[in-house]
């Protein structure tokens, strides 16, 4: 299993990130994607997620109306785009894949290895 992030960086207030995850070495199409990101002393914390088919999406409050989550599953990649950007948004970003593979309810996951996101003038 493989990811590469990709679209971290320094962003000013106001500004707009587009980050990516191309993944290889499972069923992309079978897995829920997730961007999460965790900031220095914080916890992680879920940020955006897309169904399998990309159908459905969900969001953390804090980040509605600002971030939008797509996929693209001929590319297996997923995209976390950023808008309106604040300096509490800076974080190390993290795609995750994640899915149900049996009726008892046990999950698989699989991490990026995280890109780094600063918002600051």
């Known amino acids: 299993v493989q990811f590469v992030e990709s679209g971290g960086g320094l962003v000013q207030p106001g500004g707009s990130l587009r980050l990516s995850c191309a993944a290889s070495?499972?069923?992309?199409?079978?897995?829920?994607m997730r961007w999460y990101r965790q900031a220095p002393g914080k916890e992680r914390e879920l940020v955006a997620a897309i169904s399998s088919a990309g159908g459905s999406t969900n969001y953390a409050d804090s980040v509605k109306g600002r971030f939008t989550i797509s996929r693209d599953n001929a590319k297996n990649t997923v995209y976390l785009q950023m808008n309106s950007l604040k300096p509490e948004d800076t974080a190390v970003y993290y795609c995750n894949a994640h899915r149900v593979v049996d009726t008892y309810g046990t999950t698989r996951d699989y991490w990026g290895q995280g890109t780094q996101v600063t918002v600051s003038s």
């Open positions: 070495g499972f069923t992309f199409s079978s897995y829920v």
